[in-house]
């Protein structure tokens, strides 16, 4: 990685911090370090759903035509632009469960019945694929017990594989896997590369093209700082056509307003995976969150995560704390696994004085964000190492 004199811009400005922190309450009286379960509410996304429950209060049902639509249609423009997606290559779906399923549903395994995926993924990923007994589902084992190296991909990954499915970042790990060279694998063996990217989206940048992957999920609910109930789904233009989702509804039809059942046929973008009507208070929430990323920008925020992330890991190794990461730092992200044999008990001690973090087996996991500071980061390892 090339050295930057200037890594962490918001490091430089304290008085920007300062500005960015007062957009999230939580900060003012919790020590929040928990962006990979929720993200922070900001006064910006609070605003945008105060909005949407005026226009319900004063509009009713017409607030979805003069107001309503249109929100979603910003949501969409600014996703693709966020991912560094053409129009009508992002679609709006009610969860990252739901969007695997669109996919899932859109793909025929008779010619190619494998599906490659990972022990470190989170399993609703594999959860699609078990369900469906015509799926031989590989899942390749982590050496480490972090990460999974590309070169176990590509000996698995042959001329029966329909997708490559798995994570951009591991959920339990932290570990930032190569999408570029994932998209690649696939492509040489003529299969798809199907990426689950809610735990990477929001805190490490994310260009679908540059990359080259055929599917892309992520959402709102954590380093995007828009909440629950919504997710992101890219799917690459040039294999739009060619995908016909056997589960659908009303939005996924080109002309959902003319109410016609003989006359159905599917959108020519990827509109024709959503599956109905979007969560609204979510749609505004998440122009707010997404509003504040886009204005610090995400280069901006993976340094300054970078920065947070090296200063938290430096802290607990001095204090006696083992950790469970990559090896290379370039594959490490703003999750952090502190070992602890009791991390439930540690997690709900830590809350009951307003520290909020989460657990995962034999770990607690620490997930700063840009908005966090150093010093929340010493008074954390203090607290935490007398545990």
């Known amino acids: 990685m090339a050295h930057d004199p200037h890594p962490d811009p918001l490091s430089d400005h304290?008085?920007?911090?300062?500005?960015?922190?007062?957009?999230?309450?939580?900060?003012?009286?919790?020590?929040?370090?928990?962006?990979?379960s929720l993200g922070a509410l900001s006064t910006r996304a609070e605003a945008r759903l105060s909005d949407f429950l005026t226009q319900w209060h004063t509009m009713g049902a017409s607030a979805w035509y003069e107001h309503w639509l249109a929100r979603c249609d910003e949501l969409r423009g600014v996703m693709e632009a966020f991912f560094g997606a053409a129009p009508g290559e992002v679609a709006l779906s009610p969860s990252t469960s739901v969007a695997l399923s669109s996919i899932a549903?859109?793909?025929?395994?008779?010619?190619?019945?494998?599906?490659?995926?990972?022990?470190?993924?989170f399993p609703t990923l594999g959860y699609q694929f078990l369900a469906k007994p015509e799926v031989d589902l590989v899942v390749l084992e982590s050496a480490d017990g972090v990460g999974i190296e590309p070169e176990q991909f590509a000996q698995a990954v042959d001329e029966r594989t329909a997708l490559l499915a798995?994570?951009?970042?591991?959920?339990?790990?932290?570990?930032?896997?190569?999408?570029?060279?994932?998209?690649?694998?696939?492509?040489?063996?003529?299969?798809?590369?199907?990426?689950?990217?809610?735990?990477?989206?929001?805190?490490?940048?994310?260009?679908?093209?540059?990359?080259?992957?055929?599917?892309?999920?992520?959402?709102?609910?954590?380093?995007?700082?828009?909440?629950?109930?919504?997710?992101?789904?890219?799917?690459?233009?040039?294999?739009?056509?060619?995908?016909?989702?056997?589960?659908?509804?009303?939005?996924?039809?080109?002309?959902?307003?003319?109410?016609?059942?003989?006359?159905?046929?599917?959108?020519?973008?990827?509109?024709?995976?959503?599956?109905?009507?979007?969560?609204?208070a979510t749609v505004h929430t998440a122009?707010?969150?997404?509003?504040?990323?886009?204005?610090?920008?995400?280069?901006?925020?993976?340094?300054?995560?970078?920065?947070?992330?090296?200063?938290?890991?430096?802290?607990l190794l001095d204090a006696g704390i083992a950790l469970t990461h990559a090896s290379d730092p370039a594959r490490r992200t703003?999750?952090?696994?502190?070992?602890?044999?009791?991390?439930?008990?540690?997690?709900?001690?830590?809350?009951?004085?307003?520290?909020?973090?989460?657990?995962?087996?034999?770990?607690?996991?620490?997930?700063?964000?840009?908005?966090?500071?150093?010093?929340e980061i010493d008074r954390f390892v203090v607290r935490f190492s007398r545990l």
């Open 334 to 375: 703003a999750i952090v696994m502190a070992h602890h044999d009791d991390p439930a008990r540690a997690v709900a001690t830590l809350a009951e004085e307003g520290i909020i973090v989460d657990h995962r087996p034999g770990h607690v996991r620490i997930s700063p964000h840009f908005y966090n500071t150093e010093e």
């Open 14 to 36: 304290p008085a920007r911090l300062k500005a960015l922190r007062s957009e999230f309450p939580i900060l003012a009286d919790r020590l929040y370090l928990n962006s990979c």
């Open 287 to 315: 122009l707010g969150g997404q509003s504040i990323i886009d204005e610090v920008g995400i280069d901006a925020i993976e340094a300054r995560n970078r920065t947070l992330t090296r200063h938290l890991e430096s802290g």
């Open 105 to 121: 549903e859109s793909v025929d395994f008779r010619a190619r019945p494998r599906v490659v995926t990972t022990e470190l993924d």
């Open 166 to 280: 798995t994570s951009h970042v591991f959920f339990t790990t932290g570990f930032r896997q190569d999408l570029g060279a994932l998209a690649a694998i696939a492509r040489d063996a003529g299969a798809l590369s199907l990426i689950d990217g809610y735990q990477g989206a929001g805190q490490v940048a994310v260009d679908v093209k540059f990359a080259g992957v055929d599917v892309y999920t992520a959402g709102p609910l954590k380093w995007l700082l828009g909440g629950p109930g919504l997710s992101y789904l890219y799917v690459r233009e040039a294999l739009i056509e060619g995908l016909r989702p056997r589960i659908t509804s009303w939005f996924a039809t080109r002309n959902p307003f003319d109410f016609d059942l003989e006359g159905f046929a599917f959108r020519d973008d990827a509109r024709r995976f959503e599956m109905g009507t979007p969560a609204l």
